[in-house]
């Protein structure tokens, strides 16, 4: 019976290394397992932003071709107010027997270019505010990807470290 006693104290550090040494190839499958999570995760993370990027250029560029339509339509219209409002005014100027050279008539006229020139300035004003509007959200999501991009990546640096003081963990226990 001695011998079995003796011959079980000899195999217990065995047993014991044994142990050991599978708890740290689980980790060691652990943090391989963790490593390719996180690389899967950082792609996924690139490819989904990638595709999201794509769609909000797709929609900026159709807001800027829908803008562009639009400032032509207002030209056009506002145009063709001009031309009827200044027919209009030189009838009214030749039925109350009033010259189209006449000092007062000029100034009329000149006053409704003036007016119609300002309001198409005040147009131009309003469309490079959209467009820009349209360019700050494209940046602004790119910043935000970039952001959420670095908070994975420095996620994954932290589980991985932490990982490793696992396994440092388990090796000091020898």
């Keep these: 019976m001695a011998g079995i006693a003796s011959a079980a104290q000899m195999i217990a550090p065995v047993i014991t290394g044994l142990s050991a040494v599978n708890n740290i190839a689980g980790a060691i499958t652990d943090s391989t397992r963790a490593r390719r999570s996180a690389t899967q995760a950082e792609r996924q993370m690139a490819d989904r932003q990638a595709e999201q990027a794509r769609q909000i ?3 900026a560029d ?3 071709q829908k803008l562009a339509l639009s400032s032509q339509q207002a030209e056009a219209e506002r145009r063709s107010a001009l031309k009827r409002a200044v027919a209009r005014q030189r009838a009214m100027f030749g039925s109350a027997g009033i010259s189209p050279q006449d000092g007062s008539s000029e100034a009329v006229l000149l006053g409704m270019f ?3 020139d300002d309001e198409r300035q005040r147009r131009e004003e ?17 910043r935000i990807n970039i952001l959420q991009r670095t908070q994975l990546s420095e996620r994954n640096k932290i589980d991985k470290a932490s990982g490793f003081s696992l396994a440092k963990s388990i090796f000091s226990s020898f």
């Design 57 to 59: 250029q797709e929609n």
């Design 62 to 64: 159709r807001e800027r």
């Design 114 to 116: 003036e007016e119609s």
């Design 126 to 142: 309003m469309d490079q505010i959209r467009l820009n509007t349209i360019d700050q959200n494209i940046a602004q999501q790119g």
